[in-house]
């Protein structure tokens, strides 16, 4: 069965700092793991990472893939209370019709 | 994104009752996938879902739980005889292709059972 586990499961920290988000993934057949941030309503899509080592960027938002050791990581600088939010991975598995497969999240507060 | 339309946003049903969730894709997207996320868990695939026909279903619990998208109209998500353990927000998400990276979410449905 695959399995998406991310951590921490919740964080707090005060605006301006830095945060590093992980998540970790087993599953067959490996495609794409996507990032999301959810705010009390619908996902909103953040990145999608298909190559190991590769940055993607958006912003104060950074995520790198490494495919070897099987995570993810979601950086954010110079947060801002409007970065609070529930981040959600998901794993994509090729050549199957299924779904994607969530983690369970990390909540993170900006304090102010 | 508000592309995607989910009604109701909120339902509240007693024990027993039937549950019917709606969900209207983002024009030109003829790929449905509808999610459950539990209080404390993540989201959890159900159901994919494309014109007329069920894809895959193998998230869905075997009983109660039905799906379909019919030619015309939203796709509906019908729970029958709620329980409490049916309490959770319902997501829906469309593509217009096979890619369910590239979906768009709704807003949700949250379900509460009393």
């Known amino acids: 069965e695959d399995k998406v586990v991310q951590s921490p499961l919740s964080l707090v920290v005060h605006e301006g700092d830095t945060v590093t988000l992980n998540c970790s993934y087993e599953?067959?057949?490996?495609?794409?793991l996507l990032w999301y941030k959810q705010e009390k309503k619908a996902p909103t899509f953040l990145f999608m990472l298909t190559s190991s080592g590769i940055e993607k960027k958006s912003g104060r938002l950074s995520s790198i893939l490494d495919k070897k050791e099987l995570f993810s990581i979601l950086n954010i600088t110079a947060t801002q209370t409007g970065d609070s939010a529930v981040y959600l991975c998901?794993?994509?598995?090729?050549?199957?019709?299924?779904?994607?497969?969530f983690g369970k999240g990390t909540h993170l507060i900006i304090q102010p | 994104n508000a592309g995607v339309m989910q009604n109701p946003r909120h339902l509240v049903r007693r024990r027993g009752q039937e549950a019917r969730l709606r969900c209207s894709p983002m024009?030109?997207?003829?790929?449905v996938y509808w999610y459950r996320q539990l209080p404390e868990e993540g989201l959890k695939f159900m159901v994919y879902l494309q014109k007329e026909n069920i894809i895959d279903e193998s998230g869905m619990p075997k009983e109660r739980f039905s799906a379909e998208f019919p030619k015309e109209g939203p796709s509906i998500l019908r729970i029958q005889q709620v329980v409490r353990g049916d309490s959770a927000a319902y997501f829906c998400?469309?593509?217009?292709?096979?890619?369910?990276?590239?979906?768009?979410f709704g807003q949700g449905t949250r379900l509460t059972v009393v």
């Open positions: 024009k030109g997207h003829s790929h």
């Open positions: 998901a794993v994509e598995r090729g050549g199957g019709a299924d779904g994607l497969t």
């Open positions: 998400a469309s593509s217009q292709g096979l890619r369910r990276t590239e979906a768009f």
């Open positions: 599953v067959t057949n490996f495609r794409s």
